[in-house]
């Protein structure tokens, strides 16, 4: 896999043989360029994603100043070698397929003799003959990719939309017609778990994305912007009892957009769109989130979210850390109806709000138990979606009976680049309780405490479950349908 020569091994056909101009000076030693086209480039390709840094596509990229350093400068390859055996944030992250031992072997020997450059990959030139002829053949049997279709325009509502606390109203939410055998794959309904099935026909989507302004402009990513919050404020003016069916991610600039959370508020004397996430008038409630390595929340065909009366915010966590200002319009994007389903979901919190982590520290513990004080039926669990900071590495949830008995219903890994969402469908009976458990480690000589930046830490698990507001505890949490305890 990690051999490369100067040219493609010769085809039996002259038509399929293909020249390989040299590469150029000062690239990348092909070992080393595969390795990390492999392994690396998913987030730190050219545009980065996930909130990377620094680009590791070029021989100059990794020769480049490390941004985070400034202090302590450092090229781009120093910091790297150091990643690779971090065993707090490790690189690549947990829960991403990691490098071989011949691979850790290649980098780290490279790396380690000061990252020259070296005989690159080499590239396709041109086709020999025959190739002209074979690429219009290729021309007439697959017809290019059509545009992506405007999407239809928003449907009128039943009553006429009220004066919006966020200056304008949002995107009005819009009923997509049945597409056509021929429409393009990017407007096609999307397909989820057979148990979900496809959306349904009453579904009306409306998008929620960031902005500048009311009239919708991007909103401006200042440069060098370290763990900034911004929250974007919304109101739908929904006249009718509305449910959220599926709450999908829309992604602009992948690059400086770590996560999102969506959530709800029934009053505000605020007119936005911009408003601060400290703000201690804000008494929301969370509806859904994403982070990088999440998927897109899609609801059983029974359930729905309460969306109150419409008035949302969209609280988005930027880093554009060692970058230029820049502009984003990540978001979400709804599934509404009208149409009730029969049970109600909610989100709640897991796990613990109140904690340290020592100096010094390997796979430090820190738990906390969910015994819902208001249940009155049982509760049935949907999903569940870990959240911690830098030093998080584990995740795990457990089921304790009222009988005695246990079940582990979640033992992953953790990666702060690449927070995942887990299907765990099961009953919480009357009596009985969960165990949220989040591990870390801290090289550091420090105590880490809980906070909102990422050198803070946190201990989360956002569940999704219904009756809503049944998987509750009194007095322990600050948010909405926390549930909290000593474990």
Same mark, same amino acid.
């Given at each position: 896999?990690?051999?490369?020569?100067? $040219?493609?091994?010769?085809?039996?056909?002259?038509?399929?043989?293909?020249?390989?101009?040299?590469?150029?000076? +000062?690239?990348?030693?092909?070992?080393?360029?595969?390795?990390?086209?492999?392994?690396?480039?998913?987030?730190?390709?050219?545009?980065?994603?996930?909130?990377?840094?620094?680009?590791?596509?070029?021989?100059?990229?990794?020769?480049?100043?490390?941004?985070?350093?400034?202090?302590?400068?450092?090229?781009?390859?120093?910091?790297?070698?150091?990643?690779?055996?971090?065993?707090?944030?490790?690189?690549?992250?947990?829960?991403?397929?990691?490098?071989?031992?011949?691979?850790?072997?290649?980098?780290?020997?490279?790396?380690?003799?000061?990252?020259?450059?070296?005989? +690159?990959?080499?590239?396709?030139?041109?086709?020999?003959?025959?190739?002209?002829?074979?690429?219009?053949?290729?021309?007439?049997?697959?017809?290019?990719?059509?545009?992506?279709?405007?999407?239809?325009?928003?449907?009128?509502? /039943?009553?006429?939309?009220?004066?919006?606390?966020?200056?304008?109203?949002?995107?009005?939410?819009?009923?997509?017609?049945?597409?056509?055998?021929?429409?393009?794959?990017?407007?096609?309904?999307?397909?989820?778990?057979?148990?979900?099935?496809?959306?349904?026909?009453?579904?009306?989507?409306? /998008?929620?994305?960031?902005?500048?302004?009311?009239? +919708?402009?991007?909103?401006?990513?200042?440069?060098?912007?370290?763990?900034?919050?911004?929250?974007?404020?919304?109101?739908?003016?929904?006249?009718?009892?509305?449910?959220?069916?599926?709450?999908? =991610?829309?992604?602009?600039?992948?690059?400086?957009?770590? =996560?999102?959370?969506?959530?709800?508020?029934?009053?505000?004397?605020?007119?936005?769109?911009?408003?601060?996430?400290?703000?201690?008038?804000?008494?929301?409630?969370?509806?859904?989130?994403?982070?990088?390595?999440?998927?897109?929340?899609?609801?059983?065909?029974?359930?729905?979210?309460?969306?109150?009366?419409?008035?949302?915010?969209?609280?988005?966590? $930027?880093?554009?850390?060692?970058?230029?200002?820049?502009?984003?319009?990540?978001?979400?994007?709804?599934?509404?109806?009208?149409?009730?389903?029969? =049970?109600?979901?909610?989100?709640?919190?897991?796990?613990?709000?109140?904690?340290?982590?020592?100096?010094?520290?390997?796979?430090? /513990?820190?738990?906390?138990?969910?015994?819902?004080?208001?249940?009155?039926?049982?509760?049935?669990?949907?999903?569940?979606?870990?959240?911690? =900071?830098?030093?998080?590495?584990?995740?795990?949830?457990?089921?304790?009976?009222?009988?005695?008995?246990?079940?582990?219903?979640?033992?992953?890994?953790?990666?702060?680049?690449?927070?995942?969402?887990?299907?765990?469908?099961?009953?919480?009976?009357?009596?009985?309780?969960?165990?949220?458990?989040?591990?870390?480690?801290?090289?550091?000589?420090?105590?880490?405490?809980?906070?909102?930046?990422?050198?803070?830490?946190?201990?989360?698990?956002?569940?999704?479950?219904?009756?809503? +507001?049944?998987?509750?505890?009194?007095?322990?949490?600050?948010?909405?349908?926390?549930?909290?305890?000593?474990?």
């Amino acid at each position: 896999m990690l051999g490369c020569g100067a $040219y493609a091994e010769p085809s039996d056909s002259p038509a399929d043989v293909t020249l390989l101009e040299p590469a150029p000076p +000062g690239a990348l030693p092909c070992a080393v360029d595969t390795i990390l086209r492999e392994r690396c480039q998913l987030c730190h390709g050219r545009p980065t994603a996930q909130t990377a840094p620094m680009s590791l596509t070029t021989w100059q990229d990794l020769h480049a100043q490390a941004p985070k350093h400034r202090e302590t400068p450092a090229k781009v390859y120093e910091r790297m070698l150091a990643r690779l055996h971090d065993e707090q944030r490790p690189m690549p992250p947990r829960d991403q397929p990691q490098l071989s031992e011949a691979e850790l072997a290649i980098l780290d020997a490279w790396l380690a003799g000061g990252a020259a450059s070296g005989e +690159g990959c080499a590239e396709p030139a041109t086709r020999a003959r025959g190739s002209a002829a074979a690429e219009e053949q290729r021309t007439v049997e697959q017809p290019a990719t059509p545009a992506e279709s405007t999407p239809p325009e928003p449907r009128q509502r /039943e009553t006429s939309p009220q004066p919006s606390a966020a200056d304008v109203p949002a995107t009005e939410p819009r009923k997509l017609p049945t597409p056509p055998a021929a429409m393009p794959a990017a407007v096609q309904p999307k397909a989820e778990a057979p148990e979900e099935g496809l959306m349904p026909s009453d579904c009306e989507y409306v /998008e929620l994305r960031a902005r500048q302004d009311a009239a +919708g402009a991007p909103f401006q990513v200042p440069a060098d912007a370290t763990d900034l919050y911004q929250c974007f404020l919304f109101d739908l003016n929904l006249t009718k009892p509305t449910q959220g069916l599926a709450f999908e =991610h829309l992604s602009d600039n992948p690059s400086v957009v770590h =996560h999102w959370m969506l959530r709800t508020l029934e009053q505000t004397d605020k007119t936005g769109p911009l408003l601060s996430c400290d703000d201690p008038t804000l008494d929301t409630q969370v509806v859904a989130g994403w982070a990088p390595g999440s998927s897109d929340w899609h609801l059983p065909k029974d359930v729905g979210m309460d969306l109150g009366r419409g008035l949302m915010i969209l609280e988005v966590h $930027y880093n554009n850390i060692g970058k230029p200002a820049t502009t984003d319009r990540s978001g979400v994007r709804v599934c509404t109806t009208r149409t009730l389903r029969p =049970h109600t979901a909610g989100v709640s919190w897991l796990g613990s709000q109140l904690f340290f982590i020592p100096p010094k520290s390997k796979d430090f /513990e820190v738990a906390g138990r969910c015994k819902p004080s208001r249940q009155s039926e049982p509760i049935q669990i949907l999903k569940v979606w870990p959240h911690m =900071h830098l030093r998080g590495k584990r995740s795990t949830l457990r089921l304790d009976r009222a009988n005695g008995m246990q079940q582990v219903v979640l033992d992953e890994p953790f990666s702060f680049e690449s927070q995942k969402s887990y299907d765990v469908p099961i009953s919480l009976m009357p009596g009985d309780s969960l165990v949220s458990s989040c591990y870390f480690d801290n090289p550091s000589n420090t105590v880490v405490t809980v906070g909102n930046s990422t050198m803070d830490e946190m201990c989360n698990q956002f569940v999704i479950a219904y009756p809503a +507001g049944q998987l509750r505890s009194d007095g322990f949490g600050l948010e909405h349908n926390s549930c909290l305890g000593i474990p």
